[in-house]
């Protein structure tokens, strides 16, 4: 059992910056690979990126590449999102999200999720 909590949400303008942290309750956090998905209104939840349990492999939407980054400390139960260069229609509530490391994390369906946190609130203004 993994439980999940966001942080770091917030209000930002265009252009801005904000880091979410998510810290993992657990012993086997580091058999997980970690997922972080959004959910804006009238949207259907979407996959933003994922890192491999070890932290050594990462995978992002393709629209977030290059102003994204997911980072993890293993040692600390941590995962973290990096975003740059916000835009309005990041705006959303982001998740993060745990997989077994044998199922097909990478591919950003949802379903290979199995805990989830309750979300953080992100707002970009113009």
């Known amino acids: 059992q993994v439980q999940l909590a966001e942080s770091g949400g917030g209000l930002v303008q265009a252009g801005g910056s904000l880091r979410l942290s998510c810290a993992a309750s657990?012993?086997?956090?580091?058999?997980?690979?970690m997922g972080w998905f959004r959910h804006a209104p009238g949207k259907d939840r979407e996959f933003v990126t994922a890192i491999s349990p070890s932290g050594g492999s990462t995978y992002y939407a393709d629209s977030r590449k290059g102003r994204f980054t997911i980072s993890r400390d293993n040692a600390k139960n941590m995962v973290y999102l990096q975003m740059n260069s916000l835009k309005p229609e990041d705006t959303a509530v982001y998740y993060c999200?745990?997989?077994?490391?044998?199922?097909?994390?990478?591919?950003?369906?949802?379903?290979?999720?199995?805990?989830w946190g309750q979300g953080t609130q992100v707002t970009v203004s113009s």
């Open positions: 999200a745990a997989a077994n490391s044998g199922s097909s994390w990478w591919s950003g369906h949802r379903g290979n999720y199995i805990y």
């Open positions: 657990g012993r086997t956090f580091s058999s997980y690979a």
